[in-house]
């Protein structure tokens, strides 16, 4: 059975410090694919990034960046320079085989990140 | 372009009872998943409907149903309400199939309280 780890249930830091959120999982597939996704207050899970199991290459989009390690199972995102408005509940999310819906995937509990002045 | 919409976006229903939520996808748009999220088992998912008919499913008791309409959009049925049904639903919205851009859409959900 697939599974995924998000351990900090919470994190909090000040403006422009950069943070890590991390993010394990567990899969018996060779094929797979991972997911990014931020909740805001307002309830939509807004996508950020998808990565198949097949490309271990970081990623870098603006403050946002994505270390995907099939070693250690791992798929960890850093914001750098952290703003208020990243205060949100973020979600590693894990698919076995995708087609491109948002069809069984399955969720981390979350990291909930509080940025403030 | 218009957003994933679902409605309503609150409901109070009492025990026993059933509800009928609704999701309208975004234009084009011929897939439908669903989700629950609660505080004590996270996101977990519901079905998909795709074209009408419903291609994938999770671990939900038979009290909760869906169906698709030839627009595309989507409804979730609840009978029989438990106290345990109170989440927040959310459905996305894509394409349906794989490709660049193709990726899902999530509605601000329905928040579901059950008395």
Known sequence: A????????EISVVEKED????????????TYYLFWYKQPPSGELVF??????????NEISGRYSWNFQKSTSSFNFTITASQVVDSAVYFCALSEGYTGTASKLTFGTGTRLQVTL | KAGVTQTPRYLIKTRGQQVTLSCSPISGHRSVSWYQQTPGQGLQFLFEYFSETQRNKGNFPGRFSGRQFSNSRSEMNVSTLELGDSALYLCASSLGFDGPNTEAFFGQGTRLTVV
Do not use: H
């Open chain 1, 48 to 57: 950020l990034i998808r990565r198949n199991s097949f490309d271990e290459q």
């Open chain 1, 19 to 30: 943070v890590t959120l991390d993010c394990v999982y567990e899969t018996r597939d060779t």
């Open chain 1, 2 to 9: 697939q599974k995924v780890t998000q351990a900090q249930t």
